[in-house]
């Protein structure tokens, strides 16, 4: 069984920062991309940045210069560092992650995972 877990939401204020991390567990053999989601309410899931195994990042527009997103390959972890933080980005935050493990014990498949969701709410 494969499971992301987030960590690291909470309530802040405008300017202020949060550092969001998410840990993937279970019969994995290798991580692919791995992205943080955003969903506020009434509005639709959007991308706010993915980072490749090597390393390549890309982000929204709206987070560019502000958010950082970074993994530990061998922790299988992936973080995001949130400073100068806006009202505008109150959202539930999720981890997502495209990664391999054993389908049956002699073959392997690429699978995409969710994490539950961390909410972050920043205060004007």
């Known amino acids: 069984q494969v499971q992301l877990v987030e960590s690291g939401g909470g309530l802040v204020q405008a300017g202020g920062s949060l550092r969001l991390s998410c840990a993937a567990s279970?019969?994995?053999?290798?991580?692919?991309?791995m992205d943080w989601y955003r969903q506020a309410p009434g509005k639709q899931r959007e991308l706010v940045a993915a980072?490749?195994?090597?390393?390549?990042?890309n982000y929204a527009d709206s987070v560019k210069g502000r958010f950082t997103i970074s993994r530990d390959n061998a922790k299988r972890m992936v973080y995001l560092q949130m400073n100068s933080l806006k009202p505008e980005d109150t959202a539930v935050y999720y981890c997502?992650?495209?990664?391999?493990?054993?389908?049956?014990?002699?073959?392997?498949?690429?699978?995409?995972?969710w994490g539950q969701g961390t909410q972050v709410t920043v205060s004007s």
């Open positions: 997502h992650a495209n990664l391999v493990r054993l389908t049956t014990p002699t073959s392997l498949g690429e699978y995409s995972y």
């Open positions: 279970g019969s994995i053999v290798s991580i692919n991309t």
């Open positions: 980072i490749t195994r090597g390393g390549n990042t």
